[in-house]
């Protein structure tokens, strides 16, 4: 599903079959400008996103861009400025302003984290935890906070977790049978692995045949000893209940990425307004 299938769905979902309360005390011709001010600090996205929105509900409305997505704003910025029809803005105000707001808020709180690792080489990863249809937005936001991006589905990447591991019969079994498929399905990518202490890398690195390891729920310490032991034969990632708080202590150990579902999952959303002007 698309950018334009999903707005055309959310805004069914949220006019119906009319914005009533607007069309009952507006009258339909009156004209409005409003604009878009920033109640906190943070990073600006989803404003594309926004104008789409309004433009779905009234293709005459006029959307200024004040700020461009990725932009450092602060508490009283103006995003953008709407005129047009009161009714249509006033029917496209809460969409937009959800879009802006969720996808802000993880560009935010993205931007936050990779702070954190100023001066070292580990990269900021999202994950696949992410609200159902709007993958591509918020994955989107993530890069503008200025975060990477994982796999972005099932689909475009091999990521060997536990349950598979555990399902497959062994490391070596899950490894072996993907080498297998992935030749019969003519499919070249890459494999990710995930291990859960010592001996299940051990494993991995006698069987070989992949591109990363994922160090789940490993401490500092053990992911400083796990990575040393690499030694660079594989990309590293470490996951699980990272924080901002011990972000930089975990990519201090020379691990390349940290992934953290928090990105997409547990994020506040950035405080904004549509007043009218």
């Keep these: 599903m698309n950018i334009d299938e999903i707005i055309d769905k959310a805004l069914q979902e949220d006019i119906g079959g009319g914005d009533f309360t607007s069309l009952a005390t507006i009258p339909d011709k009156t004209k409005g400008k409003a604009q878009l001010v920033l109640k906190e600090d943070g990073i600006l996205a989803g404003i594309d996103v926004a104008e789409r929105v309004f433009r779905k509900v009234d293709k005459n409305i006029h959307f200024r861009k004040l700020i461009t997505d990725g932009s450092k704003v602060k508490k009283g910025d103006i995003a953008f400025t709407v005129e047009g029809k009161s009714v249509s803005i006033l029917s496209a105000e809460r969409l937009a302003l959800n879009f802006m707001q969720r996808l802000s808020g993880i560009a935010t709180f993205t931007h936050k984290l990779v702070t954190q690792l100023k001066g070292l080489n580990t990269k900021v990863l999202d994950t696949r935890k992410t609200t159902p249809l709007l993958r591509e937005l918020e994955k989107h936001a993530v890069r503008t906070g200025g975060g990477e991006n994982h796999r972005m589905g099932l689909y475009d990447m091999i990521m060997i977790k536990d349950n598979h591991?555990?399902?497959?019969?062994?490391?070596?079994?899950?490894?072996?049978?993907?080498?297998?498929?992935?030749?019969?399905?003519?499919?070249?990518?890459?494999?990710?692995?995930?291990?859960?202490?010592?001996?299940?890398?051990?494993?991995?690195?006698?069987?070989?045949?992949?591109?990363?390891?994922?160090?789940?729920?490993?401490?500092?310490?053990?992911?400083?000893?796990?990575?040393?032991?690499?030694?660079?034969?594989?990309?590293?990632?470490?996951?699980?209940?990272?924080?901002?708080?011990?972000?930089?202590?975990?990519?201090?150990?020379?691990?390349?990425?940290?992934?953290?579902?928090?990105?997409?999952?547990?994020?506040?959303?950035?405080?904004?307004?549509?007043?009218?002007?």
């Excluded at 045949?209 to 400083?224: Q, V, Y």
């Design 165 to 277: 591991i555990d399902f497959a019969g062994g490391i070596k079994q899950a490894i072996d049978s993907t080498h297998r498929y992935l030749a019969e399905k003519g499919k070249n990518l890459k494999i990710e692995i995930e291990v859960r202490d010592f001996d299940e890398l051990n494993q991995v690195l006698e069987c070989g045949g992949i591109n990363r390891i994922m160090l789940d729920n490993f401490t500092p310490a053990k992911l400083k000893k796990a990575v040393e032991i690499i030694n660079g034969k594989y990309e590293t990632e470490a996951s699980g209940g990272i924080t901002l708080e011990t972000i930089r202590q975990y990519a201090e150990t020379g691990v390349d990425y940290i992934s953290v579902g928090a990105l997409t999952h547990h994020v506040k959303s950035l405080d904004m307004s549509l007043q009218a002007l």
